[in-house]
């Protein structure tokens, strides 16, 4: 019987012929079928449903063949466990992102809260309020891009904490965040950096908060369990007394970390605040040489460059 053939049937090859000497031209179910108005009701429903179940049989037995041999390939192949898989590429947070974060959450945890400004200034946040009027010596410190209008490109996120003040008052306690552009180019330092402004007001607030803050906060950054501090007189006109803070690195090195200081009462009252009611102290330091000291980078002008072979090679 036709069915039982179909069904003993085990290559397409055969199925295939089978199926042409039942379907096709001068097949049997062809012929038969051009017979059919000469058959009686009876017979032609008889020979629709041959005809009909035939077609499903070899449809079936197509799958079933097909299924086998893909079943018998896949037995056959060997998964060879020595293959280099795919390259994966994948993306990461760029160097000063990621200790940008860092020292964010960092700050906030200490109860610091971020704020930005722009990074257009004009004279009275960047300079003037910050106790540094027109031909005062210090604006020296600063090789200054000054805009036409007489603004200029902000030299020191010093000037977020004026804005700080003047939107939310005292006390506070809050880190500016930011870029900052200099006329300065070398291997530590690029005309844009960015800088981190930490500002504590409050009352009773003494340098040793500060130092207990900047220790923690260093320790904490850069994972070193008893962080060796050196404070170092300095100058800056915003703060008095001010203070430089060196850090004792890894090779022994004592490295300078950043500025700061117990806040000037003229910046104090410039903000509107009291300083008779008022102390509190500021420091300030660059957050990118704080990555390039994290991650071990020679030059600071690469976190810059944006040259993702670069930051592969680095291990970013
Ligand atoms: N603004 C200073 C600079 O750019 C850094 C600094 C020093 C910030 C002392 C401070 C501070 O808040 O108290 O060099």
Known sequence: MMQEQIKNINSLEELQALYTATFGK???MTAKLKEMKNLDNDARVALNLENQTL???FKTRQMEIENAILMAGLQK???DV????????????HPLTQSLTEISSILESFGYTMHTGPQVEDDWHNFTALNTPLHHPARD????FFLPNGNVL???TSAIQIRAMESSGVPIKMFGVGATYRKEWDAT???MFGQIEGLYIGQGITMSDLIADVRAFLSKFFEIENVELRIRPSYFPFTDPSIEIDLKWKNDKWLEIMGAGMVHPNVLRNCGADPDVYQGFAFGFGWDRLAMLKYNLPDLRDLYNNDVRWLK????
């Open 141 to 144: 410190m600063q090789d200054t």
């Open 55 to 57: 077609r499903e049989l």
């Open 154 to 156: 902000r030299t020191q």
């Open 77 to 79: 192949q060997k998964l």
């Open 82 to 93: 020595s293959l280099n898989p795919m390259p994966e590429n994948r993306g990461t947070l």
């Open 189 to 191: 330092h690029g005309p």
């Open 313 to 316: 090679s680095a291990g970013f």
């Open 26 to 28: 001068n097949g049997t």
